[in-house]
C-alpha cells in the first residue's frame, strides 16, 4: 500500500517542496480534508475510483478532482460512453490503487489504471496555490503548490461538465 513516505520519497526525487503535514484528528476519507485542516474545499484535492462498464468491459477509472466539485458518476458516463459508472467498492479501490480506500492520493497511482484529472480543478487552481491531498494514512496529508501536482500526475484532463470533451 502506498503511504506518506513512498510520496516523500518521489517527490523529493524529482527535488519538489512539499510538506507532509500531520493531522491533528485522523482522517475517514478525502472529503473530509477542509473540515479537519480548516481550509477551503477548493485546495483539497480527492481521487474517487468508479467502476465502468464499457463494451460490457469493468475496469475501475480514477478521476482526481476538487472536494468542491467531486466527479459525478453521470459525468464520468457519459464522458466515457459507459453503460454503467458506480462508485467502485473499497475491495476494489484497494486492488486498483494500490492506497487505502477512501485515502487514494494522485500521485504513485499504477500505470495500468485509466487515470483522468477534472478540468475544472486545473483551470480553477492557481499554479503557485498550496493544494492538500491524502497520502493513504489517516493521519497525514501532503502539501504542495498545485503546479508541481498537476506535473506529476499522469492524468488525462477532461471535461465532465457534461460536454465530454476529453483534453
Do not use: W
Request: with cysteine; glycine share 8%.
Amino acid at each position: 500500500m502506498q503511504d506518506a513516505l513512498a510520496i516523500h520519497r518521489r517527490l523529493l526525487a524529482h527535488q519538489i517542496h512539499h510538506e507532509i503535514v500531520r493531522l491533528p484528528r485522523v482522517l475517514t476519507c478525502f472529503d473530509d480534508l477542509p473540515k479537519v485542516l480548516g481550509v477551503p474545499a477548493r485546495t483539497c484535492v480527492g481521487v474517487s475510483v468508479f467502476e465502468t462498464t464499457v463494451r460490457g468491459v469493468r475496469e475501475p477509472v480514477a478521476v482526481i478532482g476538487s472536494v468542491a466539485t467531486p466527479p459525478k458518476p453521470a459525468g464520468v458516463s457519459a464522458l466515457l460512453g459507459a453503460q454503467r459508472v458506480k462508485l467502485a467498492s473499497a475491495f476494489l479501490v484497494n486492488a486498483a490503487t494500490d492506497y487505502a480506500a477512501g485515502l487514494v492520493g494522485p500521485l504513485l497511482l499504477p500505470e495500468r489504471l485509466t487515470v483522468l484529472i477534472d478540468q475544472r480543478l486545473i483551470d480553477g487552481t492557481d499554479p503557485d496555490e498550496f493544494v492538500y491531498t491524502a497520502t493513504g494514512e489517516r493521519s497525514t496529508v501532503l502539501r504542495l503548490r498545485a503546479i508541481h501536482l498537476f506535473a506529476l500526475v499522469d492524468a488525462k484532463p477532461v471535461d465532465l461538465t457534461g460536454h465530454g470533451r476529453i483534453g
